[in-house]
């Protein structure tokens, strides 16, 4: 997992609430084995919508940042959704609320999920709206979003994730520094 | 302290945690399929770990298998699965491939088997894991990454979530069964509704739901955002489990049942939220939109994006349009064109049963294409032993080899572009039940009442013609 400490990059709005992981990559796309590869899949079905931000072929121009609506990532549990934003080149989604799951693979992955009020979210979207070339700051130490202006925006992260993130610690390994007491568990 | 069932589970798994971080969560029992664990496995081989507890993991084949005699759909899903056969060969995982006599939809295979007991914490790489929490269990799904860590530790990091109480007062009426309690509960709490908590279903109507309706509530927890749903055990979950091939059998029966029966909200134990839902207002629901938030009762109207709250409206409008529904329009006879009766929702004898009740001595309608899939080996036995299968083939339905089929339109089992589809499934999004399908959420009564008429049907005005 790449470590998340700042990020400056464009950002590109997906105007949508419940954005579901069916959505984020459909089910016949799940068949692989790998987590690479994914990125031609991401919104599969939207993509080849007129107006789609993500149209087929193009790269979002770069952007890193995905700007979205409540409960995005909700549904099913599969990590290919965070695997296949990742493989397409997003670094942090921005939304006014995530699901459990999908927030949960997303810090595993090193795509870092910021929740933000919808009155602070659409101020950004209207930023991104008046000039898509708009570069946004995420400085993860510091929990805060910045537009151009300088106009900046706390967030709020668990701190055991905001230290996986920036650290790029292990989860696994820190899960097994405690294997005595696994045992010890086991035992009773 | 006064402690809810939810507490009583987690403290009592519980290995470590130190201050500001998850607890490392012990996990007694994990379910595994073909689609979400090759990666973990992977993992495990990059970091040269074992399996720490096989034991403990149960595997099974269901979402990209077919259901019919047919070969498997494509390559890749004939690359997982043989992926997780040589897996669960490499690390000795019983396997329920498709020559078991045991296979089925993971989720209905753990609680037939008994591996799923009271008072475990289940995981799976699925979020319909919440069904296992129907035996008050605490039984929650993963993502991969999460997989790895169970393979390799049997604990998970796990931040504690809330605790939301929904309490059913009074009776079901007829027509109206566990499938409509959770539709109706997700369309008020909405699809976001209950993310961060665990739910706990209490009241009446819960306890007079047999352990497959208990099952079906659960079940759809996730849809409403929680992370799990629980029921406390009673009579009724021991006398389902009682005999099973994986319960404690003799002496050791009772020395469970008796430690089950702790297994409950203290009274006075606080929940952070509680929702008060009266069964006896419900009528058979249906939903309309592109999530299972957007239900309605069957005989009320489709709401008009002009009537919601301004924050929802560009969303129902989206919803209305992929649908292809005219908004303040009943959905009370419109024409469908498939209808599926299946998946870890809905797929146990007693949904069989309730299909088969409806069906009975009747034809499917001109043009509608059915199928019926059972939820496993033993349902699909069972059901045949008790005829249904022949009211279902008689009718002109397909009756077909268990797994996930139409829910997850993984195994060449889709709807069309365009089609309408009731299922008695779990979620309606865009394209779930194949690429431009539009779905229809609905019990199975329901689903077998539109399997005969054609059209969305009050199931009501077919049971007994009293209503």
Redesign the interface.
């Known amino acids: 997992m790449t470590p998340f400490t700042t990020l400056t990059g464009r950002a590109v709005v997906l105007a949508a609430d419940d954005v579901d992981t069916d959505q984020i990559i459909p089910a016949r796309f799940l068949k692989g084995t790998a987590k690479t590869g994914l990125a031609t899949h991401l919104f599969a079905d939207w993509r080849t919508q007129p107006g789609f931000p993500l149209l087929t072929g193009g790269d979002a121009n770069g952007a890193q940042i995905l700007v979205t609506g409540v409960n995005f990532g909700c549904g099913s549990s599969r990590e290919h959704a965070p695997w296949a934003l990742v493989d397409y080149g997003f670094r942090a989604i921005v939304a006014r609320s995530f699901a459990d799951i999908f927030k949960e693979n997303a810090t595993k992955n090193g795509l870092l999920p910021v929740a933000l009020p919808g009155a602070v979210c659409s101020q950004i979207e209207r930023a991104i709206n008046a000039n898509p070339a708009t570069q946004l700051r995420i400085d993860l130490p510091s929990q805060r979003v910045t537009l151009p202006d300088g106009t900046a925006f706390g967030f709020e992260i668990d701190a055991f994730s905001k230290h996986c993130l920036t650290s790029g610690l292990d989860e696994l390994g820190y899960i097994l520094s405690f294997a005595d007491r696994i045992t010890t568990h086991e035992r009773r | 302290m006064k402690r809810t069932l939810f507490d009583k589970i987690w403290d009592a ?1 519980v ?2 945690e130190e201050p ?3 607890a ?1 969560l ?1 996990v007694d029992l994990h379910l595994v399929h073909e ?2 664990s ?2 973990a496995f ?1 993992g495990l081989g990059q ?1 040269g770990l074992p399996v ?1 507890r096989p034991d403990r993991t149960v595997a099974t084949m269901d ?2 298998i077919p259901t019919t005699a047919l070969v498997v759909v ?1 390559d ?2 004939r ?2 699965l043989r ?1 997780l056969a040589a897996n669960c060969a490499k690390h000795s995982i019983t396997l329920h491939d498709l020559k078991s006599e045991q296979q089925g939809i993971v989720h209905v295979i753990g609680p037939e088997l008994g591996v799923t007991q009271p008072g475990m914490t289940i995981v799976c ?3 319909h894991t919440s069904t296992h929490g129907a035996f008050g269990a605490l039984a929650f ?6 997989v ?2 169970v393979l ?6 796990q ?1 504690k ?1 809330k605790t939301l109480e929904v309490r059913f007062e009074g009776t079901l009426s007829a027509g109206a069964s566990a499938k409509d309690l959770v539709l109706a509960m997700i369309a008020e709490l909405g ?2 509704g209950a ?2 908590h665990v739910i706990e279903y209490t009241g009446p109507a819960i306890r007079a739901l047999d352990m497959e309706g208990r099952m079906t509530v659960c079940n759809m927890s ?1 849809e409403a ?1 929680a ?1 799990a749903g629980m029921i406390a055990p009673d009579e009724t979950t021991f006398a389902y489990l009682a005999g099973r091939p994986h319960v404690p059998q003799g002496a050791e029966w009772a020395k469970a049942v008796a430690t089950w029966c702790e297994l409950r909200s203290d009274d006075g134990a606080q929940f952070d939220r509680t929702l008060v839902i009266d069964a006896s207002q419900i009528e058979p629901m249906i939903t309309f939109g592109t ?1 299972p ?1 957007m239900g309605i009762p069957i005989s009320a109207r489709v709401p008009s994006p002009d009537d919601v709250d301004p ?2 409206r ?2 129902l409008a ?1 919803a209305l349009r992929y649908m292809g529904l005219p908004p303040g329009e009943p959905l009370l006879g419109r024409p469908i064109d498939v209808v599926f009766i299946g998946s870890c929702t809905n797929a146990r004898l007693t949904d069989m049963r309730a299909a088969a009740s409806v069906m009975r001595g009747h034809k499917v309608a001109a043009g509608v294409r059915v199928l019926v899939v059972p939820g496993s080996k033993a349902v699909k036995r069972q059901a045949e032993a008790e005829g249904l299968d022949q009211v279902f083939r008689d009718a002109g339905a397909e009756w077909r080899d268990p797994g996930c089929s139409m829910c ?3 195994n060449g089992d889709a709807i069309e572009p365009g089609q309408y589809a009731v299922s008695t499934s779990n ?1 309606n ?4 039940q194949g ?2 399908g539009r779905t229809f959420l609905a019990s199975p009564l329901t689903a077998a009442a539109a399997a005969i008429t054609g059209r969305i049907t009050d199931v009501r005005t077919l049971l007994g013609g009293a209503q």
Not at chain 2, 141 to 146: A, K, L, N, Q, R
Not at chain 2, 152 to 157: E, G, I, T, V
Not at chain 2, 429 to 432: I, L, S, V
């Open positions: 798994h290995v470590a500001g971080r998850p490392v012990y689609v979400t090759p990666q992977a970091r720490r979402h990209s494509d890749a899903a690359t997982q992926t790489g699925d979020s799904g993963i993502g991969t990454s999460e790895e860590h390799a530790s049997q604990c998970l990091l931040r979530p699809v976001g993310t961060g996730i955002g992370r999530n938030g924050a929802h560009a969303g989206k997850i339109a993984m979620r999004f865009e394209g779930r690429r431009g």
